[in-house]
T-cell receptor, first 118, second 113 residues
Framework: GAGVSQSPRYKVAKRGQDVALRCDPISGHVSLFWYQQALGQGPEFLTYFQNEAQLDKSGLPSDRFFAERPEGSVSTLKIQRTQQEDSAVYLC????????????????FGPGTRLTVL | AQSVTQPDIHITVSEGASLELRCNYSYGATPYLFWYVQSPGQGLQLLLKYFSGDTLVQGIKGFEAEFKRSQSSFNLRKPSVHWSDAAEYFCAVGDGGGFKTIFGAGTRLFVKA
């Protein structure tokens, strides 16, 4: 079956522009995660959804970052007024588990969107 | 706060040789530990995970890892490396009280013929 897909794969934005990054999780997966991976670093947690509910957004670096998952499937990460420090690969992951199972459940990652802010 | 340290930024191993990638974590309770591999242009793939039970965990692609509480370590091993194993490897710890997974900075593995 299809895995997690993300679009676009590459995005170049001028500083100050708004961008929207899309994630299509595996069908039926309840949990969805967004991560930010800077060059040469490991992924850093941004936010978590369980169905359409955003249960943890503690990793979002500023109020310019906003994520939604209105129907509990596709998710969009929006970055307003992009800055150069926003340049990174944005990864989306989904998993089947809920509740306490989240901590041990396998997360399936998409290929990421590489954002470059000029 | 939880943290993960991967002391080696990169490692070079000859094809057919054994491999050990180091990982140290900081966590108060029994941690949820993971190893992921990231190949160029591909998403992260889970190799193995540990959260309880036998401290020697078997994973995919012939990898294994051993949880040592006394050393706060979760090192990844493979007895014989193949050229296709060249990739970036990430150790991670799960936040027992929440939803976060905290990743180390990664170790890049180079395999020489």
């Amino acid at each position: 079956g299809a895995g997690v897909s993300q679009s676009p794969r590459y995005k170049v934005a001028k500083r100050g522009q708004d961008v929207a990054l899309r994630c299509d999780p595996i069908s039926g997966h309840v949990s969805l995660f967004w991560y930010q991976q800077a060059l040469g670093q490991g992924p850093e947690f941004l936010t978590y959804f369980q169905n359409e509910a955003q249960l943890d957004k503690s990793g979002l670096p500023s109020d310019r970052f906003f994520a939604e998952r209105p129907e509990g499937s596709v998710s969009t990460l929006k970055i307003q007024r992009t800055q150069q420090e926003d340049s990174a690969v944005y990864l989306c992951a989904s998993s089947l588990g809920v509740g306490r199972e989240i901590r041990t459940d396998t997360q399936y990652f998409g290929p990421g969107t590489r954002l470059t802010v000029l | 706060a939880q943290s993960v340290t991967q002391p080696d930024i990169h490692i070079t191993v000859s094809e057919g040789a054994s491999l050990e990638l180091r990982c140290n974590y900081s966590y108060g309770a029994t941690p949820y530990l993971f190893w992921y591999v990231q190949s160029p242009g591909q998403g992260l793939q889970l190799l193995l995970k540990y959260f309880s039970g036998d401290t020697l965990v078997q994973g995919i692609k012939g990898f294994e890892a051993e949880f040592k509480r006394s050393q706060s370590s979760f090192n990844l091993r493979k007895p014989s490396v193949h050229w296709s194993d060249a990739a970036e490897y990430f150790c991670a710890v799960g936040d027992g009280g929440g939803f976060k997974t905290i990743f180390g900075a990664g170790t890049r593995l180079f395999v020489k013929a």
